[in-house]
């Protein structure tokens, strides 16, 4: 039998919702074990597997955990910017709570290996990283006062068919969205095109075809401070 460890963030404490990642429940079918302060362990269910993203959201019975012990995570919508001062807060693979202060190393798209086998693989997603993060079952990154930056998910790829896994943070404005979409039509709609898209600096740009005006606007806009075009 395959048994998966993972994270998972509650995100509305009055309907039982759960967010995890993919490599933690990677489908929907099988039987999934909650466990509530080191102690309680009840059972749950997949409402939402994102087709193209690592995430999931699971759905507990509230009426098997008291709410007043629980609280739903305050998602905090601006990104982070490089070197901010945050905290990682997770399990470690023994299992135990750590909460340790990290510094935001970059912000940029995640970039995995093609698989040699047909797997789900993580793209299309700009992930916060973080410097020298702490082996961990995932976790959240958030701000001093406990508002939640991103989820701290782990990504599984193949390469040289063998199986390898690294972890990022999923931006809380992403998650947002997300749930949002559930919270007033009870359901989330995806829509994808069903391509990889990639940034390149301007210098290929410029070789591509990008025009120098375009490029003096993208600079002047004040907000492509990575000198790159999607």
């Known amino acids: 039998d395959l048994n998966y460890v993972g994270s998972g963030l509650i995100v509305d404490k009055e309907k039982g919702l759960i967010l995890t990642d993919k490599n933690t429940v990677p489908v929907p079918m099988g039987d999934i074990k909650l466990t509530f302060f080191g102690t309680t362990e009840i059972p749950a269910k997949v409402i939402f597997s994102h087709p193209t ?60 290996p093609l698989p040699s086998r047909p797997v789900f693989r993580e793209k299309n997603l700009e992930t916060i990283n973080l410097a020298n993060p702490p082996s961990s079952y995932g976790g959240v990154i958030s701000d001093i006062t406990g508002n939640i930056v991103a989820f701290w998910a782990s990504f599984g790829y193949q390469e040289n068919s063998k199986a390898y896994q690294v972890e990022a943070g999923y931006p809380a404005n992403f998650i947002n969205k997300l749930l949002q979409q559930w919270k007033t039509r009870q359901k989330i709609q995806t829509h994808r095109l069903d391509i990889e898209l990639k940034t390149i600096p301007f210098s290929t740009a410029r070789k591509m075809g990008l025009p120098y005006r375009w490029m003096k606007k993208l600079i002047a806009f004040g907000q492509n401070q990575k000198r790159q075009v999607l």
């Open 53 to 112: 993203h690592n995430l999931s959201i699971l759905q507990y019975n509230t009426k098997l955990i008291p709410k007043h012990q629980l609280r739903s995570a305050t998602l905090k919508l601006t990104k982070p910017h490089v070197n901010d001062q945050l905290w990682l807060t997770g399990f470690k693979q023994n299992q135990t709570l750590f909460s340790q202060k990290v510094t935001v190393e970059s912000i940029s798209p995640l970039s995995l």
